[in-house]
């Protein structure tokens, strides 16, 4: 803060923000291949075994205690984001007072990239090594999008954020699906044998793709301070803080959104899971439902955000609450065969892309005119990363009491019921530069 800076790079509008963009597509194949598609796949095919009786068994030792391999799968994703919790806030104080946003997108990235290249290496009878890759890969994915979210109002001005937000996600959702299917073609055509390779092609591309990303994005470095910078990170957010005093809209968008990722990220990181073994679904209808979902995902993404400029994001974010609510009701009663989890599936993907980019471009929009995006956006990382651990160990501490992942999306379908009580409850903020767009 009113420290002098010095820009690095001259690129155009444009390059910059396809270079923003890019990361999208390199990083979000960490979330369809690795949390999504063929690691839940493969963790749970070989954390299975069978008793002495010849039974089949969901039970692993992990540190000497019995857990079912999906609580332990959630307990550790969980745990992954606890660490972005007290990490995210400090790196992001110090990246905005050093302007150093880039280099900790870049530690995080290599950090994730590490972690699934890892898992190559995945032994059952060594899960407290193999788990601890995963751990990586989730801290690197999660960490890095702080930072990558932060240079949003950086690079566009506020009329377009939701569709740059929509782009960014249906970029990252067609890299996506375009590097399962090579990873499904060498599987399918060769052997399972070589699915370990599929982790490797994601740390390689997440890594390979980003280099654009870390070339065009711009830097602004800040002749570095005199004092303790660890300080200086808690002063940024401190700063932070007292500027959201008196904010009501935002202050209450953020508490609404916090309990929205209780329930939304809980339900992309275990809907694979619920249909392995809930609904007993094929491994190959399976990834077909994945790949709708990714597909439908795009058009979804584009339909929230013209929505958002017709009737404002506010507006758009209760209908879709509402819908990713009666999805939950529907999927705890209805979801028993393969018809009906496409059709859950189908809805699950109109509005997972179009909710989370109209959710980042809803806070860019309420922001004030700062250029500390980074110490910003950590609030709304840690919420969501905070919203994401009481999901997942909600999820896995129901499951593991009662034997049930189904009975776990009873917990989900409450987040939900809050959510939308909350948005129901956002002021209009009348002669606001952006109400029109938000109301």
Known sequence: MGIPERSKRTYSDKAVRKGWLIYDWANSVYFLVITTA?????????TAT??????????????????????????????SFLIVI?????????????????????????????????????????????????FMANIGAWGSL?????????????????????????????????????CLALIMG????????????VGIWWVGWAQITFRRLPVKVKERPVGNLLWQGFHELRGVARELQGKTRIVRYLICFFVMSMAIQTIMLMASSFGIKEVHLPDEQLIIAIILVQLIAIPGAFLFSWLSRRIGNIPVLIWATALWGGTCVFAYCLVNGSTMFFVAAGMIGFMMGGTQSLNRSTYTKMLPDTEDTASYFSFFEVLEKLGVVIGMFSWGYIEGFTGSMRNSMLAIIGFFVVALVLLLSIPKEQGHPQSTALS
């Open 190 to 201: 060769v052997g399972s044998h070589l699915t370990r390779w599929a982790f490797i092609a």
């Open 86 to 134: 007290i990490a995210s806030p400090l790196l992001s104080g110090m990246a905005d007072y050093l302007g150093r946003k880039l280099m900790f997108l870049k530690i995080f990235c290599y950090l994730g990239a590490t972690g699934c290249i890892g898992l190559f290496w995945f032994d059952p009878a060594h899960l407290e090594w193999s788990m601890t890759a995963l």
């Open 146 to 182: 702080g930072f990558y979210n932060a240079f949003l109002p950086e690079i566009a001005p506020r009329e377009d954020h939701d569709l740059l937000s929509a782009k960014g996600y249906s970029w990252g959702f067609t890299g996506s699906v375009i590097l399962l299917l090579l």
């Open 38 to 46: 063929i690691f839940p796949i493969f963790y749970n095919t070989i």
């Open 50 to 79: 069978t008793d002495v009786n010849g039974n089949p068994s969901d039970m692993v030792t992990f540190l000497g205690r019995e857990f079912i391999n999906t609580q332990l799968y959630s307990y550790v994703i969980g745990s």
